[in-house]
């Protein structure tokens, strides 16, 4: 469907019927999700709706600042940098599991241990298998633990974003309930609708006290039942549940509940055009550098977006500031990009591109397929299943995909994405990237412990990345959240997750 056609039919749309709930002060606030969270096992967690969910009910040594996106203490009382550039974390003396018992040194050592244990398959192993070692100092009672990475590292801190359990339940089959030291404990773990309480214990010593109402985290699929949904007053919080160009409009519809409105704010995100550099004829760079001369990305902000974007001068989002260089964006040189490409379409080649089957990325591939093609060179676009979209991603079966990087709080995740080593299995540098001095400037990166000396090693990668077009980043997007007049104190952090949910 059409965003126009969308924008009719909500036009139009009766509401009788609509799904309408108590709007009581201790009425649960809902919460709209595109997609079921794969998992809320927080060691497992990977996809964005499984983090949002699992953050909220298990706490971390530390976690980005709302605002300024840099590790700060949530479990640790204090982080202090060691000798040998180890760092000691001061756990909280009051910080306690859902259970009433007190979180201490032998829990944090027994969850580390368990994330890097082959055995259990966790994600974070690549980031634990880094450390040399994760030692309590004063005993698995006391309250200081020590972590020694391999080499020097200039994130460690970062490192401390891990979800800290129990030490008798770390290593629980993936799935099993595992008690929490969040703000929320989990009543219900339907995956369709999951079901949150405030947990008392979180108010005793967490940041703001105790959450104040249940949140029920409510998937549906279908944008328009999404913006029926929202409008009917059946969910309070919709955050990036809708293209933009939608969310900024719903507040303004003539059947909007008093009060709705919308949170809008810079993202640490980047949405970007992998080349898979194994395929003809995108192994020329010429090539790839002239497909991103074919973009208009400023219409593409406008006319996708609502505007709600910023263009990318770099991989790193705008909101890292420290990092930012004054490369100017990559300007739109459609006669020089036909040049490059039309010879190939004419010769008959024809790209593939692979997109997310939500419709606005639908819509946003299909606008950057046509770009490309009135340059000269055909391109298709093909929907899939999150599922089947990673699995071929992960393959190599394509030639360009739109992707989106989320969380990208510091330069050294473009390891994640572009490094040789995280060629699938071992990341998502799906575009087969395997360029030595790419590995050599991250590793240098790494090591340097300064931002004020790694900024210049995360500049000189950036334009590396450019002058070769290793991949082609496009814009950074807001985080846009529609919300209720009860959840009018809402507002995503920096990094997109719901810490704000227990202020509403």
């Not at 909220?56 to 605002?67: E, Q």
């Not at 500031?321 to 190939?344: I, S």
């Not at 994640?416 to 240098?444: K, T």
Request: proline fraction near 7%; glycine fraction near 8%.
């Amino acid at each position: 469907m059409r965003r126009r056609e969308l924008l009719t039919l909500l036009a139009a749309a009766p509401f009788v019927g609509c799904h309408r709930r108590s709007l009581a002060d201790d009425a649960p606030i809902e919460v709209l999700a595109t997609s079921e969270a794969a998992t809320i096992d927080p060691r497992y967690s990977s996809d964005v709706y499984g983090l949002r969910i699992s953050r909220l009910v298990h706490a971390t040594l530390a976690a980005p600042h709302v605002d300024s996106l840099e590790p700060t203490p949530w479990l640790a009382e204090s982080m202090a940098d060691d000798e040998g550039g180890a760092l000691v974390v001061t756990l909280r003396d009051d910080a306690r599991f859902h259970d009433d018992t007190k979180v201490r040194a032998g829990d944090v050592v027994a969850s580390f241990a368990a994330l890097a244990d082959p055995a259990m398959r966790a994600p974070a192993r690549r980031i634990v298998e880094l450390l040399a070692s994760v030692t309590a100092i004063d005993g698995e009672a006391g309250l200081r633990v020590r972590f020694v990475p391999k080499t020097p590292r200039a994130i460690l801190r970062h490192d401390l974003d891990l979800p800290i359990t129990k030490a008798s339940e770390a290593r629980l089959a993936r799935g099993s309930r595992l008690t929490g030291c969040g703000p929320y404990a989990v009543l219900d773990s339907d995956p369709a609708a999951i079901s949150l309480a405030p947990a008392a214990s979180y108010g005793a010593w967490g940041s703001g006290g105790a959450a104040r109402r249940p949140v029920i985290v409510r998937t549906v699929r279908d944008e328009a039942a999404r913006a029926l949904r929202v409008l009917g007053g059946g969910s309070d919080v919709a955050p990036n549940a809708f293209a933009p160009m939608l969310a900024l409009s719903l507040p303004g519809h003539h059947d909007a509940k008093p009060g709705l409105s919308v949170r809008r704010r810079p993202a640490p995100t980047t949405t970007y055009l992998t080349f898979h550099l194994e395929h003809a004829p995108l192994d020329r760079p010429e090539v790839r550098a002239a497909i991103a001369s074919a973009l208009d990305v400023p219409t593409l902000i406008t006319a996708k977006l609502g505007g709600a974007a910023t263009i990318a001068r770099g991989f790193v989002p705008s909101v890292v500031t420290w990092a930012q260089g004054e490369t100017p964006p990559r300007a739109l040189d459609l006669a020089g990009a036909r040049t490059v490409l039309a010879p190939f379409g004419a010769a008959g080649a024809r790209l593939t591109m692979l997109v997310s089957s939500q419709r606005p990325r639908v819509a946003l591939a299909r606008a950057i397929a046509q770009m490309i093609g009135d340059a000269g060179l055909p391109v298709d676009v093909r929907p899939l299943e999150l599922a089947t979209l990673t699995s071929r991603l992960n393959a190599g079966n394509f030639d360009l995909a739109l992707q989106q990087a989320v969380e990208v709080d510091d330069p050294e995740l473009l390891r994640w994405y572009v490094g040789s080593s995280a060629v699938p299995p071992g990341g998502a540098n799906r575009g087969r990237i395997r360029d030595a001095d790419v590995d050599a400037l991250l590793d240098r990166g790494l090591s340097t412990l300064t931002t004020t000396a790694r900024a210049p090693i995360y500049r000189q990668l950036e334009q590396l990345i450019r002058e070769r077009a290793l991949l082609c980043p496009l814009f950074h997007e807001d985080h846009v959240a529609v919300v209720s007049h009860r959840a009018g104190a809402f507002t995503p952090s920096a990094d997109g997750r719901w810490s704000a949910l227990a202020r509403v």
